[in-house]
């Protein structure tokens, strides 16, 4: 506590106060990183973190995300948290407009935490959760109040507070750990899901209901399958598509069990029938995990114009530390993706708008008999669209960031012998919370073909298995010299057949 107790004595308020040099200083620091990624939303500056607020609203896409952007800086302790906000027409180029909301008002004072946002007419309304802390008794004893807070943004881009909180502290049942509302609209009426924690200390949501955004209602918990999954749910996300209901959220504390929740913390889905309201009863599938690589966390969708539904995510974990840090950053924001349901199960697909960022496009056509492909590539921000052909052959491996030697890399490999597709970052560069383990797995079926993209960046490596069916999102942090990729065939001949593309990065 005593760290706390200090960072709230020297506290700034907002970023105006704070000495341009010191604001300055930091973004250098943060721009002299080898790290930077070329297409992927990042911070100038400290922490990138859910994100927020996701939504198109006078003719264009905002996406908010939390922010602290002194995180790293020593001097002056201005630790706000708050909400960065930016716009986009495309969802591909974004503009920075800087901070949306600071924690300035006494129902956000330690923290304008995740929440959501919706357009009505000419207003974004918004609902996030605000963080206070009180000091109870002299002996530090810090007690976490959430205040559950509405506000709106003007066709300015400006965001007006003010309004008393909807729900003032946890209710009764459930700790302090009670956040993150996300609001969906159906048959004119406003509903929002918040993840809580439930005094027994296991994890789940409750469904709150509104007329006119204004004079909420209690329905109830979420009621699912899962009594008791983890201890506290984060960032859940309730959306309907193709006539069912999907539920992202962060179960956290779920035990490893075999290839499952290697992370730290994970995001999930439930796929079900639509939410039964106002009963709030919610008949799912099992629970899946939303994605299978090393660093993917707090999901959030939108609905895009054209009614696509669309996800992005913060391509972090918490409570992990990154080798960004020493450039005083952490955190960036997953390609955006499209979902749909196929088979009872949820497909992420890049939007097609990062189509328009190809240049530079390479033909892959080769036969490979247990042999080995090597190219060099030209710069880091790449995209590969590949074919696998297993002919007689029992696995296919693809390293990327590979160095001349192929020694270090980030190696995938498509064992269709195993049924299992694995990710290797043991030697893909830098250590990242290697006491989670170097490697993930997914048991997964091949047939004799499988379709292949990634996406790579500067820091990053976004994996799409046939069409979207499985997705596996990982930071790495190679040097310089590994510009290169390999191809093998193990075990017999595989065909591969596809093209490379560099990506034109943020415009
Ligand atoms: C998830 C989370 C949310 C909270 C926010 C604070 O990463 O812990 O539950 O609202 O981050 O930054």
């Given at each position: 506590?005593?760290n706390r107790i200090k960072e709230f004595k020297n506290m700034v308020d907002h970023l105006t106060d704070v000495p341009k040099k010191v604001i300055d200083k930091e973004k250098n620091v943060t721009r002299s990183s080898?790290?930077r990624?070329?297409?992927?939303v990042e911070s100038e500056s400290g922490t990138l973190g859910d994100p927020n607020g996701f939504s198109?609203f006078n003719?264009k896409y905002h996406l908010f995300y939390q922010w602290s952007p002194l995180a790293y800086s020593i001097e002056p302790h201005y630790t706000q948290h708050g909400w960065k906000h930016l716009t986009s027409?495309?969802?591909?180029?974004w503009q920075d407009l800087g901070a949306a909301i600071e924690s300035d008002t006494k129902y956000d004072r330690y923290g304008t935490y995740s929440g959501s946002a919706?357009?009505?007419?000419?207003k974004l309304l918004m609902i996030y959760t605000g963080n206070t802390w009180?000091?109870?008794?002299?002996?530090?004893?810090?007690?976490?109040?959430?205040y559950?807070v509405t506000a709106y943004m003007d066709k300015d881009n400006k965001v007006h507070r003010g309004n008393d909180p909807?729900?003032?502290?946890?209710?009764?049942?459930?700790?302090?750990?009670?956040?993150?509302?996300?609001?969906?609209?159906?048959?004119?009426?406003?509903?929002?899901?918040?993840?809580?924690?439930?005094?027994?200390?296991?994890?789940?949501?409750?469904?709150?209901?509104?007329?006119?955004?204004?004079?909420?209602?209690?329905?109830?918990?979420?009621?699912?399958?899962?009594?008791?999954?983890?201890?506290?749910?984060?960032?859940?996300?309730?959306?309907?598509?193709?006539?069912?209901?999907?539920?992202?959220?962060?179960?956290?504390?779920?035990?490893?069990?075999?290839?499952?929740?290697?992370?730290?913390?994970?995001?999930?889905?439930?796929?079900?029938?639509?939410?039964?309201?106002?009963?709030?009863?919610?008949?799912?599938?099992?629970?899946?995990?939303?994605?299978?690589?090393?660093?993917?966390?707090?999901?959030?969708?939108?609905?895009?114009?054209?009614?696509?539904?669309?996800?992005?995510?913060w391509?972090?974990?918490?409570?992990?530390?990154?080798?960004t840090e020493?450039f005083h950053y952490s955190g960036c924001m997953?390609?955006?993706?499209?979902?749909?349901?196929?088979?009872?199960?949820?497909?992420?697909?890049?939007?097609?708008?990062?189509?328009?960022?190809?240049?530079?496009?390479?033909?892959?056509?080769?036969?490979?008999?247990?042999?080995?492909?090597?190219?060099?590539?030209?710069?880091?921000?790449?995209?590969?669209?590949?074919?696998?052909?297993?002919?007689?052959?029992?696995?296919?491996?693809?390293?990327?960031?590979?160095?001349?030697?192929?020694?270090?890399?980030?190696?995938?490999?498509?064992?269709?012998?195993?049924?299992?597709?694995?990710?290797?970052?043991?030697?893909?560069?830098?250590?990242?919370?290697?006491?989670?383990?170097?490697?993930?797995?997914?048991?997964?079926?091949?047939?004799?073909?499988?379709?292949?993209?990634?996406?790579?960046?500067?820091?990053?490596?976004?994996?799409?298995?046939?069409?979207?069916?499985?997705?596996?999102?990982?930071?790495?942090?190679?040097?310089?010299?590994?510009?290169?990729?390999?191809?093998?065939?193990?075990?017999?001949?595989?065909?591969?057949?596809?093209?490379?593309?560099?990506?034109?990065?943020q415009?």
């Amino acid at each position: 506590m005593t760290n706390r107790i200090k960072e709230f004595k020297n506290m700034v308020d907002h970023l105006t106060d704070v000495p341009k040099k010191v604001i300055d200083k930091e973004k250098n620091v943060t721009r002299s990183s080898p790290y930077r990624q070329k297409y992927h939303v990042e911070s100038e500056s400290g922490t990138l973190g859910d994100p927020n607020g996701f939504s198109y609203f006078n003719g264009k896409y905002h996406l908010f995300y939390q922010w602290s952007p002194l995180a790293y800086s020593i001097e002056p302790h201005y630790t706000q948290h708050g909400w960065k906000h930016l716009t986009s027409d495309d969802l591909v180029h974004w503009q920075d407009l800087g901070a949306a909301i600071e924690s300035d008002t006494k129902y956000d004072r330690y923290g304008t935490y995740s929440g959501s946002a919706i357009p009505e007419n000419d207003k974004l309304l918004m609902i996030y959760t605000g963080n206070t802390w009180i000091n109870t008794e002299t002996k530090n004893n810090w007690l976490r109040v959430p205040y559950q807070v509405t506000a709106y943004m003007d066709k300015d881009n400006k965001v007006h507070r003010g309004n008393d909180p909807i729900m003032e502290g946890a209710i009764s049942g459930y700790t302090a750990h009670f956040r993150d509302p996300k609001v969906w609209k159906k048959n004119g009426e406003y509903y929002a899901i918040l993840g809580v924690q439930r005094a027994n200390l296991t994890g789940t949501a409750l469904i709150i209901h509104s007329k006119d955004f204004k004079d909420w209602n209690l329905l109830g918990e979420l009621n699912t399958k899962y009594d008791s999954l983890g201890y506290m749910w984060e960032c859940p996300d309730y959306f309907e598509l193709d006539e069912k209901g999907v539920l992202v959220f962060c179960p956290q504390g779920l035990k490893s069990t075999g290839n499952e929740y290697q992370n730290i913390y994970q995001t999930c889905y439930l796929l079900g029938n639509k939410l039964s309201l106002p009963d709030t009863k919610f008949s799912t599938g099992d629970l899946k995990e939303l994605d299978h690589g090393f660093d993917l966390y707090a999901s959030q969708t939108m609905s895009s114009p054209d009614g696509r539904r669309i996800l992005i995510s913060w391509m972090g974990l918490p409570e992990t530390s990154y080798p960004t840090e020493k450039f005083h950053y952490s955190g960036c924001m997953t390609i955006p993706k499209e979902l749909r349901i196929k088979n009872n199960k949820l497909y992420q697909i890049p939007i097609k708008e990062l189509d328009t960022c190809r240049v530079n496009k390479q033909t892959i056509r080769e036969t490979l008999k247990d042999e080995v492909y090597h190219r060099k590539l030209r710069q880091a921000a790449n995209e590969y669209d590949f074919t696998i052909d297993f002919k007689n052959s029992n696995a296919f491996i693809i390293d990327l960031f590979a160095d001349e030697e192929d020694q270090r890399r980030f190696r995938i490999i498509l064992n269709k012998k195993k049924s299992e597709i694995v990710l290797d970052r043991s030697k893909a560069g830098e250590d990242i919370s290697i006491a989670y383990g170097t490697t993930r797995t997914l048991d997964y079926a091949m047939d004799n073909k499988i379709n292949v993209r990634i996406y790579t960046d500067t820091s990053s490596v976004e994996l799409f298995i046939n069409g979207g069916e499985e997705v596996f999102t990982s930071r790495i942090f190679p040097d310089k010299s590994q510009s290169n990729f390999f191809l093998t065939s193990i075990g017999g001949t595989t065909n591969i057949t596809g093209q490379t593309y560099e990506m034109n990065g943020q415009g």
